[in-house]
């Protein structure tokens, strides 16, 4: 059994919490997650910058069959169904199962790779509040990103079904985790967005600029010397932000050449 994970001191899924159990039998490193996701592509980089082998699990997060690597055809919303909700309470992820020990939500995957393989370090004591904030924008990449695809949102069938197989008392130290992105789906779908996407972007400008003011002019990374889980997180987010979304749908880095910088590095 691998290390607790620190970033929320959240423990992994306790042996009894996990109802899929397949999984409990499965050696190794093991990821569940889906290519679009911001979250799976952090923890994706994240296992590459340790070195460390992994077996892809890819879960279809969309609303029509998809063709994942190896061409294998995926069913819609494979993260509504009861197999994946055994294993992820809130239905999202990616989700990390070690050696049968399963670790949910990303920031707390990354924090538990940490303590498995501290070598390259990547995550520094003073981390916390900057992974914080940056797991807070996550709803408001969300927005920008479903906004700019022209997207309706998530089918009102799906967002049910996901609704009925999580369990809140797992989804978050606060236990909200799960209902919040059932709520954020259903505002989503009925709401006027142009003022939520501006807050959007005025939300992640504010962090950019907060985090340009904190790097040494001599820095290229967040972190010091050397890229760490912070400069991951930031990257998968500058990178769709500036290079994936249309112009002016996502993120200026005008004023802002340390960020710059590091979407260039990296």
């Known amino acids: 059994r691998g290390p607790t994970p620190t970033y929320r001191g959240m423990p992994v899924l306790d042996p009894k919490d996990v109802l899929t159990e397949e999984v409990k039998a499965w050696k190794g490193l093991h990821l569940l997650h889906f290519v679009g996701s911001s979250c799976s592509q952090k923890v994706r980089i994240f296992l590459?910058?340790?070195?460390?082998?992994?077996?892809s699990h890819e879960v279809n997060l969309r609303g029509v069959p998809y063709e994942a690597a190896g061409r294998?055809?995926?069913?819609?919303?494979?993260?509504?169904?009861?197999?994946?909700l055994g294993i992820s309470p809130t239905g999202m992820v990616p989700v990390l199962v070690h050696d049968g020990v399963v670790v949910i939500e990303s920031n707390d995957i990354l924090g538990y790779l940490e303590a498995l393989c501290p070598n390259p370090p990547m995550i520094r004591p003073d981390d916390a509040p900057l992974l914080q904030q940056e797991d807070d924008l996550h709803l408001d990449l969300r927005m920008i990103s479903f906004h700019a695809g022209g997207s309706a949102g998530k089918d009102p069938d799906a967002v049910a079904a996901l609704e009925r197989g999580m369990r809140p008392g797992l989804c978050g130290p606060n236990g909200q985790d799960g209902p919040q992105q059932v709520a954020w789906f259903r505002q989503y779908a009925a709401g006027d967005r142009g003022a939520a996407v501006a807050q959007a972007q005025a939300r992640f400008r504010a962090a950019a600029e907060g985090l340009e003011a904190r790097?040494?002019?001599?820095d290229t990374w967040l972190s010091g010397g050397a890229p760490g889980a912070l400069d991951v997180a930031w990257f998968v987010y500058l990178y769709r932000l500036v290079r994936v979304l249309p112009e002016g749908a996502g993120l200026s880095l005008e004023g802002l050449p340390r960020m710059q910088r590091l979407l260039e590095a990296a």
């Not at 294998?72 to 994946?84: D, I, K, M, S």
């Not at 790097?215 to 001599?218: F, I, K, M, R, W």
């Open 48 to 55: 590459l910058e340790k070195g460390l082998e992994w077996e």
């Open 72 to 84: 294998v055809v995926l069913p819609a919303h494979q993260n509504t169904q009861e197999w994946f």
């Open 215 to 218: 790097v040494a002019d001599s």
